[in-house]
């Protein structure tokens, strides 16, 4: 029987003990090829058994998806009471216990499936704000039968094109992220394959292209990126740096450029195929499949690929698809970050995993960015929906160079932090004079912010109360010594939404007990819970350094904060602005 990884363990209790405490809608962001599968079956699982007379409904919007999700739970629970709905699959189970649907199936069907108790919905970052949609009517219904229907949210993406993030604003269905495990994390813990970026020589250029519904205009897009003389330039470099690449993924601007792109492939001799919206279901699963089993080397799809879709081999995503949608841009490049571990390896640790993808057939995916999507919504295990107004933005860039430099040794055209000093993908060792030259902007920023991070060594750590600003929650202050300078880190468990979510981590990360603590003041009464931090993981941020990931152990210094005469105290506890250290 398949075991729940620490962070899938992790964040079903997260979910638990939240329905313990609140009677809310809790929401778990979890990166693509994470295992949202596994999870869903361990907690319908565990729902089931423990309440036997509950019902529980899972709904997403892709057949493939439906199937995957019930086959999951039928590998952990043979003989689960579940059934499916859904037309697409031809099955329409209305009274099981545990119901998996189709939502363009049963939007229209809550009275002929009766009450739920449990509604998980997967790829939830789909369902739209408005009120006449499918997903807004069914939830209305079901909740019309059942007033206290709790809602379980599940994405790698947990916010939309139009509203920001999912559990944010006035008419959000979710009222919490209860647990996070981002991109970043699974790379670094050897679940997930690297993400690598090279410079493209040719970009898109869709100055003047309108906007509808806070994305470019379809027709007017597709317009502006599908020319003869743009295809056959993206093919060529495609080809070019993918031949030592498998299986390319190209995301293209619409159907006809997807159909234009797949034909230029042909000419160039390149085994291709075309999946669109309206590809007959046997036909798109012909092509799926052989594209899984290397018989095609290319597919182009018109972002019909982005959900529902596993094919552990990509090695090679080419955004040919200028789009304003974050949730998108991270959904599109989480098609490559499935990895393939080298046969006999063990997989036990986090050393060992990331040992067996690098010597594995796939050591990284290849990212062509064409439609400027890094430079504009940053590294792709950073990124976070744009404020209103807010500018773009550089990055301190370098590329690793691809001629021998005057030491013979040669690079291999990497976009890397400013900060590195070492290519994280060939070992290049820049040379201090060479920073200026190798300079880029935020053309070439790296599709992983993980590049620039250092690990460092905490020689102390202290926890100190800071007061919220403009009506904001306080939180808590963590200053770490390393070497001769202070390092802060704010963590929020009086927040919501993301920053409740990472202070939850770091406490049970910490070995710290449940139930996390729900002030700043809690967390200070209760701070000799947690271990120490050995180090943190850093990265340049202007003039201050951001911690991107902690490793704990060590003897917990549990004195208080610094106290000064002229701050007031709230409970014994200081509260701080900056005390200097």
Same mark, same amino acid.
């Given at each position: ?6 962070y ?26 994470c ?9 319908i ?10 019902r529980?409904?899972v ?22 009471p ?47 704000t408005k009120?006449?949609t499918?997903?807004r ?8 039968i ?6 379980l949210g ?7 094109l ?7 604003g ?12 981002g ?17 493209t ?8 292209v ?16 599908n ?12 080809i070019?740096?993918?031949r ?13 450029a ?12 390149i ?12 036909e ?17 799809n ?25 949730a ?13 571990y080298?046969?006999g ?10 040992a ?20 504009r919504?940053?590294?792709v ?11 773009e933005?550089e990055a301190p ?10 030491r013979?040794l ?13 290519c994280?993908?060939c ?5 201090? =004079?060479?920073?200026?030259k190798? *300079?880029? +902007?935020?053309a070439? %920023?790296?599709?992983?912010? &993980?590049a ?12 100190h109360?800071?007061?919220g ?34 202070a ?9 007990q ?8 809690e967390?200070?009464?209760?701070q ?22 902690h ?6 210094? =549990?004195?208080?904060?610094?106290? *000064?005469? +002229?701050?007031?105290? %709230?409970?014994g506890?200081? &509260? ?6």
């Open positions: 029987m398949l075991q729940l990884r620490s899938q363990a992790e964040a079903e209790d997260a979910v638990f003990d939240y329905w313990l405490a609140e009677p809310g809608n809790p929401l778990v962001d979890l990166a693509t090829g295992g949202k599968s596994l999870l869903m079956a361990s907690a699982k565990r729902l089931a058994q423990g309440w036997p007379d509950m529980i409904l709904a997403t919007h892709v057949a493939e998806l439906i199937e995957q999700n019930y086959l999951e739970l039928i590998g952990i629970w043979p003989f689960a579940a059934g499916i709905f859904s037309a697409g699959l031809g099955r329409r189970d209305a009274r099981s216990q545990i119901v998996f649907a189709g939502i363009q199936t049963v939007h229209n069907k809550a009275e002929i499936i009766g009450h739920i108790d449990v509604l998980m919905v997967d790829e939830c970052h789909l369902i739209p009120s006449n499918m997903y009517k069914f939830i209305d219904a079901l909740r019309a059942n007033p206290d229907l709790k809602i599940l994405t790698a993406t947990p916010y939309r139009d509203s920001g993030r999912l559990d944010e006035h008419d959000r269905l979710f009222d919490r992220v209860v647990h996070t495990y991109v970043g994390e699974g790379i670094r813990d050897g679940y997930l394959a690297p993400l690598t970026s090279k410079p020589a040719t970009e898109y250029d869709v100055r003047g309108g906007r509808l519904g806070g994305d470019y205009k379809q027709g007017a897009l597709e317009a502006a990126v020319t003869n003389e743009l295809n056959g330039a993206v093919v060529s470099e495609i070019a740096k993918g030592d690449r498998r299986s390319w993924l190209c995301f293209c601007a619409g159907v006809s997807a159909q234009d792109m797949r034909d230029e492939f042909r000419k160039r001799g085994t291709c195929e075309t999946v669109t919206g309206d590809t007959p279901k046997e798109r699963r012909r092509i799926l499949e052989d594209f899984k089993s290397y018989k095609l080397q290319c597919v182009t018109n972002s019909v690929l982005t959900t529902g879709f596993n094919h552990k081999g990509v090695d090679l995503i080419a955004f040919c698809r200028p789009t304003l949608s974050v998108l841009y991270v959904q599109m490049a989480g098609r490559g970050t499935r990895p393939i080298a046969s390896m063990p997989l036990s640790t986090k050393e060992e995993r990331l067996a993808i690098a010597a594995g057939p796939k050591p990284n995916c290849l990212v062509l960015d064409f439609a400027k999507l890094v430079d919504h940053g590294p295990d950073m990124v976070e929906p744009r404020a209103p107004g807010k500018g933005g860039i370098k590329i690793c160079p691809q001629e021998a430099d005057s013979g040669i690079g291999c055209g990497e976009k890397v932090h400013i900060s590195k000093m070492t994280p993908c070992g290049y060792e820049f040379p201090p =004079n060479e920073e200026e190798l *300079t880029r +902007t935020a070439d %920023v790296p599709i992983l912010s &993980t620039s991070a250092e690990w460092r060594q905490v020689n102390s750590r202290r926890f109360y800071h007061e600003k403009a009506g904001k929650p306080d939180s808590v202050k963590a200053a770490y010594m390393v070497g001769l300078k202070s390092i802060n880190e704010w963590l929020c468990p009086a927040h919501a939404g993301y920053p409740k979510s990472k939850d981590r770091y406490w049970m990360k910490h070995g710290g449940r139930p996390f603590p729900k002030t700043p003041l967390w200070l009464e209760r000799s819970e947690l271990q120490g931090t050995l180090e943190v993981s850093v990265k340049p941020a202007g003039k201050y350094w951001e911690i991107i990931d490793r704990p152990g060590g003897v917990n210094d =549990n004195a208080p904060p610094v106290r *000064t005469a +002229t701050k007031k105290t %709230v409970n506890w200081d &509260t701080e602005d900056d005390i200097p250290f």
